[in-house]
């Protein structure tokens, strides 16, 4: 097992899967120190306050529009709200949302990054690089399956038909913890190329629960490929075999996928409205190439998880190199229509990010400890 630190380079999501809802779920306040915050509301210490007997009343009054606030008055009118409260956000958009998008946290109200989202990053990384050092013949014959192009095809074949039989089986990545780091809420907008619209986009803006840049927490890695390897298991990738190969090829994959990214927007004509915006994503594009740059042969590497990671990242690129036909048929499964609506555009047209700062999400550093 080898120890890991995880620095966040710039702000990081891992949604929890719920929509925090203005006035029944949180409301906005100001802290001892008169900052703005987010109050997140605990039922339980709700009805402690106004008494079981009053949900109901307080679930009416919710649905007529009025705050728990009001109802906690009503009935325990020396309460605070802090004596109600779950914990507090700090808050970093200068205009009220009706909904947050909630951090995921655990069972002790600790906001913490799933394993599950590092090893998916990780197996990104491995089988994109894998992809990409293929040559064109080999690569054609490990994507198709009866003459059919699916990404599962290239997967099965590198890592495992099935769960029982993945190389990934092996790789082991635990929870990391952010105890002691305040979570902050933030505005999420689009930069969308768009022909008769100005690109900065903030039609579908979201506001969202965030670790910000500067937080470090710690876990576990284990590379244990086994001694008997099973019939049907693949052999397991050169980056498997040790900490620092795979570090390597997580790195050379994200700087990879930055300098891509840097030269795609390089080359838009954006309008004037939005430039401003557009040149602020990509200097901080190439700080982030710049800091993966830095980690060459320094046992560590950069690598983006968590929302906002955007096609490109999610899926590795890859796909990339097929054949526009081929290309369009697997965005047309995963994204149905969007090929046809925007023809005239490259995939993906769009990209999430923070709105005050122009600050793409997700991106951080991994290094070994031992």
Same mark, same amino acid.
């Given at each position: ?67 728990? $606030? ?138 969202? $629960? ?50 891509? $990214? ?109």
């Amino acid at each position: 097992m080898s120890k890991m630190k995880l620095e966040t380079l710039t702000s990081l999501h891992i949604g929890s899967g719920d929509m925090l809802q203005k006035d029944s779920d949180f409301v906005f306040g100001k802290d001892a120190k008169e900052q703005s915050v987010v109050y997140v509301i605990n039922p339980r210490k709700v009805l402690a306050l106004i008494g079981e007997e009053n949900v109901d009343a307080w679930t009416v009054a919710i649905e007529n529009g009025r705050s728990t $606030e009001d109802i906690v008055k009503l009935y325990a009118p020396k309460a605070t709200i802090t004596d109600y409260s779950l914990h507090t956000i700090d808050m970093k958009m200068s205009r009220p949302a009706q909904q947050i998008k909630e951090f995921i946290r655990d069972g002790f109200d600790r906001p913490y990054i799933p394993g599950s989202s590092i090893k998916g990053a990780i197996r990104t990384a491995v089988l994109s690089s894998i992809a990409q050092a293929m040559n064109e013949t080999d690569f054609l014959k490990n994507v198709k399956n009866k003459g059919y192009i699916t990404p599962n095809t290239l997967e099965a074949k590198v890592f495992g038909k099935n769960p029982n039989n993945d190389v990934f089986r092996y790789v082991r990545v635990s929870d990391a913890f952010a105890t002691g780091y305040r979570t902050a809420v933030c505005n999420m907008v689009n930069i969308n190329e768009r022909k008769e619209k100005s690109f900065w986009d903030i039609s579908k803006q979201m506001a969202t $629960e965030v670790l910000l840049p500067g937080a470090e927490v710690n876990f576990s890695l284990v590379l244990k490929q086994p001694e008997r390897r099973p019939k049907d298991m693949p052999a397991a990738p050169k980056a498997l075999c040790s900490i620092d190969a795979l570090l390597d090829v997580i790195n050379n994959h994200t700087r990879t996928l930055l300098a891509d $990214e840097i030269d795609i927007w390089e080359s838009k004509n954006v309008d004037s409205q939005s430039e401003e915006k557009v040149n602020s994503y990509i200097e901080q594009l190439k700080d982030l190439l710049n800091a993966a740059n830095e980690c060459q042969g320094k046992h560590s590497a950069v690598m983006r998880i968590g929302h906002g990671s955007g096609w490109r990242f999610i899926t590795g690129a890859w796909t990339e190199r097929l054949s526009d036909n081929d290309f369009d048929a697997i965005v047309n499964k995963a994204r149905p229509g969007n090929m046809k609506r925007y023809a005239d555009y490259d995939f993906p047209k769009s990209r999430r990010l923070e709105e005050d700062e122009c600050e793409p999400l997700g991106f951080v550093k991994i290094t070994l400890c031992d």
